[in-house]
């Protein structure tokens, strides 16, 4: 079992920066971190495997880092020159297989960004 708990949300205006933790417990694989705008379906914004390497959904290519310090167990995404439109629920994921299934999932974290 993996308990994942994210921090690091909050407001700032557009081309601010945020930076998101997830704090892993238990072994896990690959990482993930997925936004959900209000009204809108989860998408998967940034990943991290060992097999993969890292992967960015070409909206946050370029602005956002993904990140994993393995000494604590804690991922991080590094986001900036944000945009109005990553404004939402970002969620932390975890998969403890190479399949990269993520079964794990944190509560969610608010981002808000303002014109």
């Known amino acids: 079992q993996v308990h994942l708990v994210e921090s690091g949300g909050g407001s700032v205006q557009a081309g601010g920066s945020l930076r998101l933790s997830c704090e892993a417990s238990g072994y896990t694989y690959c990482m993930g971190w997925f936004h959900q705008a209000p009204g809108k379906e989860r998408e998967e914004v940034a990943s991290?495997?060992?097999?993969?390497?890292?992967y960015y959904h070409d909206s946050v290519k370029g602005r956002f880092t993904i990140s994993l310090d393995n000494a604590d167990d804690t991922l991080y995404l590094q986001m900036n020159s944000l945009k109005p439109e990553d404004t939402g629920m970002y969620y932390c994921a975890a998969g403890s297989s190479r399949l990269c299934t993520y079964s794990y999932w944190g509560q969610g974290t608010q981002v808000t960004v303002s014109s």
């Open positions: 991290i495997s060992p097999g993969s390497g890292t």
